[in-house]
């Protein structure tokens, strides 16, 4: 978003789709949108079922869906200033190492081989298997949707680690309750109450007495592992450590202030680079 949004003092483009003062409010109200819903996520999978909680799962899918129809259309208008007329950042003109050098560097040549790898594959394979019908009908749905399988349920699949049925394989099913049967036998043995003699009566009462003034010892507690607890405490630590080294690299990659740990002392360059080494490990 920030490519197309505010484009670098460098060279003379303009915000794209809504100018170079509303487009960047834009992008950041999507941004605060995207992170909102993905913490919704977390809380809707540590407590809710799925089907209990229809609205939110539908109004985030939805918002997804809108985000990565957004980021595809900013993504095809890069590829085609990068191709069109002088806005060309390859260079042709000194031989296969200076192109090769200037499209591995240059921000098309980065933005051509992630479509190509991430959806340019789809239509490849399609063509090459001579049924490519279903890309050009229903394979919008299945782009749009990519995001929602990312952010909902793999955030659900790891809130709900401890569960091998994910919270959802007899979630629907209404415990029955107890209920007591009875039966008619005509062939029952009545047990008759014997009339204790009183010798035994005392022993009893003894017993008793004793039991009563005996002093009181506090139990011991015994620390037994339940197997359920430590399911769950094994999801919660994951969970826990998946979140917190994610923050912990986009702090390291968007905040202004931390130089000294990093190579660059820009968020813009560390967020180019670190989207270079995504790209690339993904095409490879």
């Known amino acids: ?10 060279n003379h483009f303009k915000g794209w789709p809504f100018g170079g003062e509303v487009t960047p409010i834009v992008n950041n109200v999507f941004k605060i949108g995207y992170l909102a819903f993905l913490m919704l996520q977390f809380i809707l999978a540590l407590g809710n079922r799925p089907k209990g909680s229809r609205i939110p799962y539908t109004h985030s899918l939805f918002y997804f869906s809108v985000v990565q129809a957004y980021i595809l259309v900013l993504s095809f208008y890069l590829v085609a200033q990068a191709l069109t007329g002088d806005n060309l950042d390859f260079n042709f003109n000194h031989g296969l190492g200076s192109f090769l050098n200037s499209f591995i560097n240059s921000t098309g040549g980065i933005v051509l081989v992630a479509l190509v790898s991430t959806y340019g594959i789809y239509f490849i394979a399609s063509i090459l298997y001579m049924d ?11 782009f749009l949707g990519m995001p929602s399988s990312i952010n909902i349920l793999m955030v659900y699949a790891f809130c709900n680690w401890h569960d091998v049925s994910w919270g959802t394989k007899g979630s629907d099913k209404a415990d029955a ?8 036998d005509a062939q029952a043995v009545f047990v008759e109450e014997v009339d204790k003699p009183q010798a035994d009566i005392d022993v009893q009462f003894e017993l008793t007495v004793k039991r009563a003034l005996a002093p009181w010892v506090e139990p011991e507690d015994k620390k037994e592992v339940n197997l359920d607890d430590s399911y769950k405490s094994f999801r919660t630590n994951l969970v826990l450590l998946w979140t917190f080294s994610n923050g912990l690299l986009a702090l390291c990659i968007n905040n202004v202030g931390i130089k000294q740990l990093c190579l ?21």
């Open 1 to 10: 978003m920030d490519i197309v949004g505010t484009p670098s003092a460098v």
């Open 132 to 142: 490519p019908w279903h890309m050009f009908t229903s394979s919008w749905a299945y």
């Open 177 to 184: 309750l107890p209920s007591a049967r009875t039966k008619s």
């Open 264 to 284: 660059t002392t820009t968020s813009t360059l560390r967020t180019a680079w670190y989207f270079k080494v995504i790209l690339w490990g993904t095409s490879a």
